[in-house]
């Protein structure tokens, strides 16, 4: 029995805020019906690496998720996904504000033909403010946050992640949200408008910078993979050319990082009681941390770390994530079998229940491969369904 095994929910979506947080509903037993548009797919198909034309960045957004599609820009296919609405849990859209409505799907009268639906809204910039109607993407969100003024080498440029950072941290955010919400329906007996905009979420992550600024006046600054809070904290290079990750968030750990490095007389500076204090003194740091590592390889180092109790790390890149046994040991990766691909390996579910735990039925589905069925559960026959997809309205 997985924990969310009674949440029916639409994912209607596309690429990769609101789609996530749908796959980690679904990732604990929810059904989750993806709707795509039926001649375009989701645009998500088509990014990352693909094997014979079939997208696999796809694969793993949408696995768990029975795959419909249906223009809801038509009124048979509003009709359609009202139908859906009303025996659901949870409708995930992110269209721009006003396209529901304009749809004749205004999530109130949603909310009046099921009560108890929670509808969440993802959008850029949210569903109030002057930039509301914008599109927005989580690029745009990484760099309306601070987090690309903060990240890079102090002399560079404002680096973006190569990854889709903010739309990641949104989903997470919002399948919380939506879990918010249903609990809170356990008590009043109704549903709601979850209304998430992707530049906020994002904004947690990156600390008080805020409160810093509205007290202090304080501006981050590039550090690079220097830290503002603590030091020392940087990579550094062997000898033998791997580069290891440092961390000393805790005071303790600092005071063993440069004890171990041959620097114990920093521990009685008055400055190193504090991270802000060493932070002054970075340079000094560094230089004793830097030099001591060149001169050992990195398999002596990472030794001599564990065997001193402070906090290491070397920095991977996916193939030594393939063979590290600490992965292998939680079971982190898994090997799917897949219609179209034979088997996809990708990442198992975020956490592990030790009762009701999550599983990957399934991977990403050809586009409109559960329609029929869908349709079937809301009562079209066969006929009905023939005329439906000759019209193009389903696929």
Known sequence: MTSLADLRVIDAATLFAGPSAAMMLGDFGADVVKIEHPRRGDPSRGHGAAVDGVGLWWKTLSRNKRAAAVDLSHPDGQEI???????????????RPGTLERWNLDPQDLLELNPRLVVARMTGFGQIGPMAGRPGFGTLAEAMS???AMTGQPDGPPTLPPLALADGIAGLAMSYAIMVALQARERTGRGQVVDMAIIEPILGLLGPQMSAYRALGVVPQRTGNRSSS???RNTYRTRDGRWLAISTSAQPIAERVVTLVGRPDLVEQPWFATGHGRVQHVDEL??????WIAERDAEEVIARFEEAQAAVAPIYDVTDIAEDPQYAALGTFVDVPDEELGAVTMQNVLFRLSDTPGEIRWPGRPLGRDTDEVLGELGYDAGRIAALRE?????
């Open 81 to 95: 996904l009202r139908g859906l609405a009303e025996r659901s849990d949870v409708l995930i859209e992110n269209f």
């Open 146 to 148: 601070g987090f690309a």
């Open 391 to 395: 019209a193009g309205v389903i696929a």
């Open 230 to 232: 603590n030091a020392p």
């Open 286 to 291: 560094d230089e004793a941390v830097a030099s």
